[in-house]
Nanobody
Framework: VQLQASGGGLVQAGDSLRLSCVAS????????AGWFRQAPGKEREVVGS????????HYPDSLKGRFTISRDNAKNTVYLQMNSLKHEDTAVYYC????????????????????WGQGTQVTVSS
């Protein structure tokens, strides 16, 4: 499985961006997906997780209402819609896919995921 993320860029505070991540292979619809970010000098942190059939999503409390994760299993794609961007959202954003498993619940730790995209830079100017 390979993940290809896109959609990052340089925006101003208050703008919106939508990141996309396309997965190869045939297991996408059986896998929990997530988006993470990592700013310089900081640990990688989850910004959204979505279950296989998109029944459940999870966000850190600090991002609820601004970030939305979604997926289109027919297109093997997971999205991250980011609104009202702030300077502190500046980071490299990574999409990730867990290995297929029977229980379908969102996953919040990097170690929960097996496949990773290459990262896409998001820079928000203040």
């Amino acid at each position: 499985v390979q993940l290809q993320a896109s959609g990052g860029g340089l925006v101003q505070a208050g703008d919106s961006l939508r990141l996309s991540c396309v997965a190869s292979g045939r297991t996408f619809s059986y896998s929990v997906a997530g988006w993470f970010r990592q700013a310089p000098g900081k640990e990688r942190e989850v910004v959204g997780s979505i279950t296989r059939k998109a029944d459940f999503t999870h966000y850190p409390d600090s991002l609820k209402g601004r970030f939305t994760i979604s997926r289109d299993n027919a297109k093997n794609t997971v999205y991250l819609q980011m609104n009202s961007l702030k300077h502190e959202d500046t980071a490299v954003y990574y999409c990730a896919l867990a290995q297929p498993r029977l229980n379908d619940r969102y996953l919040l730790k990097p170690d929960d995921y097996y496949y990773w995209g290459q990262g896409t830079q998001v820079t928000v100017s203040s």
